[in-house]
């Protein structure tokens, strides 16, 4: 599995409630919340963002509640992977069980900027920064994670 797109950067604690803010928890509906996605900390983000893009933060990312609501809306706006130094436990899991796929690298969290060119390997767990030319060594999913993730999530990889 192979992600590869341009970078969305933020800084530390990220929290769920500026991934989806709690007004439109409503919803439920996947595409409902893309369309709200990071709207809170970057009003841009909607409308920049391209399928296969990807998310830099620094620590801590998805801190907050435990709401499934905001991994979904980074799925369904079209990001292919997030890469942070860390993430909030509760968000790391509730990211695999939809299927988004997450990489914890410090170097990678401060070496990558907006806009660069990244591609992840999750066999290898390598990121590379295609427009500076670097590669960083993230974590490699283990098998039955990759195969949770390429299932679209934990519920479509059971019940396949």
Not at 62 to 71: D, K, L, M, T
Not at 117 to 130: A, K
């Amino acid at each position: 599995m192979k992600a590869k797109g341009h970078v969305f950067k933020y800084k530390d604690n990220v929290d769920t409630d500026v991934i989806i803010p709690a007004r439109y928890l409503n919803s439920s509906d996947p595409k409902e919340l893309a369309t709200h996605c990071m709207e809170d900390i970057d009003k841009d983000f909607v409308k920049k963002v391209n399928e296969g893009d990807i998310i830099v933060a620094e620590k801590n990312f998805g801190c907050g509640s435990s709401r499934e609501h905001a991994p979904i809306a980074i799925k369904a706006a079209g990001v292919s992977c997030v890469i942070a130094e860390t993430f909030a436990r509760i968000f790391y899991r509730n990211a695999i069980n939809i299927g988004l796929p997450i990489i914890e690298c410090k170097e990678a969290a401060h070496g990558i900027e907006a806009g660069d060119e990244v591609e992840i390997d999750f066999d290898s767990g390598m990121i590379y920064n295609r427009t500076k030319g670097t590669r960083f060594q993230g974590q490699a999913f283990p098998e039955f994670m990759q195969k949770i993730i390429s299932s679209g999530g934990l519920i479509n990889y059971i019940n396949s």
